[in-house]
């Protein structure tokens, strides 16, 4: 699912989608460092130009606020 997002978000340019690996271009929310060797989320995020698109294994409700106050899509 996460490659066809960021296939529609490149405009189906197979080769923009192939810049990075996919924990890159699409980060998870909830990695916090030392889970996995994965980079901090949140900081991935902070660091990505806009749009930008993450993943997340939380349930709508503890997914933080300001991501629905923000007019996230």
Not at 32 to 59: A, V
Request: contains cysteine; charged residues 30%.
């Amino acid at each position: 699912m996460q490659e066809i997002v960021d296939l529609i978000k490149c405009d189906a340019d197979v080769e923009m989608c192939k810049r990075a690996p996919v924990y890159k271009r699409i980060p998870f929310l909830d990695f916090f460092p030392g889970q996995f060797k994965f980079p901090n989320g949140i900081e991935q995020l902070e660091k990505m130009e806009s749009p930008r698109i993450y993943k997340t294994h939380l349930p709508f409700q503890l997914v933080p606020k300001s991501i629905w106050e923000q007019d996230c899509k």
